[in-house]
């Protein structure tokens, strides 16, 4: 199997956790740039997008959310996802977090933008006050409070990772200190450490 990644996509290091979570062996690593339209790259995910899993029998897994549902069920039990696919409050939980990823990302886009003199007031304010309420939501739902790791606990680490390292500019540990203090002690650990973005 092949997992194609970009170091500063964060959807790819949730996936890349989940791979080094379950010491899954015989994944390469590939990083490649979303951008260059590598040939073998777009076979594998004609959207070209990140991450993108080429399996062994010449198929493909993507999105991020697909491929970390397939290595928690083919290598975990489904431990991370709690082995509760019918527990819609869980599912939401885990919506919500990747809807403030994704808003992240539109943040980080309208900031790319901003070069071009497209940036967007509107947009900008919009995914800020939506990344801003979320946290103090998740704060709010004690998320970070199961003592065994969950897929949602690995998004909320990367979220916050890259909140810190595109968007330093967003004061949310003022907000939601209880977060802060979670994070402060959860993102040292090694599984999250050795990729976090910088």
């Given at each position: 199997m092949k997992l194609f990644y970009s170091d500063a996509s964060p959807y790819a290091r949730c996936v890349r956790i989940f791979i080094?979570?379950?010491?899954?062996?015989?994944?390469?690593?590939?990083?490649?740039?979303?951008?260059?339209n590598e040939e073998e790259f777009l076979r594998s995910n004609p959207l070209g997008k990140v991450p993108c899993l080429s399996l062994n029998d010449g198929s493909s897994l993507y999105d991020s959310e697909v491929i970390m549902r397939f290595i928690d069920d083919k290598y975990g039990d489904a431990a991370l996802f709690g082995g509760q696919y019918d527990n819609w409050t869980n599912q939401c939980h885990f919506s919500l977090l990747k809807g403030m990823l994704d808003s992240a990302v539109a943040l980080r886009q309208e900031q790319v933008r901003d070069n071009e003199g497209l940036r967007s007031d509107f947009w900008t304010a919009r995914f800020?006050?939506?990344?801003?309420?979320?946290?103090?939501?998740?704060?709010?739902?004690?998320?970070?409070h199961y003592q065994q790791l969950t897929a949602q606990q690995v998004l909320l680490v990367c979220l916050l990772d890259y909140l810190d390292f595109r968007h330093p500019q967003l004061a949310w540990r003022n907000l939601v200190p209880a977060l802060d203090l979670w994070h402060e002690q959860v993102?040292?650990?090694?599984?999250?450490?050795q990729s976090r973005p910088n």
């Open positions: 080094q979570y379950y010491k899954v062996s015989g994944i390469e690593e590939v990083i490649v740039d979303p951008f260059a800020e006050q939506a990344l801003l309420r979320g946290l103090k939501q998740v704060e709010q739902l004690g998320l970070v993102s040292m650990q090694l599984l999250f450490s």
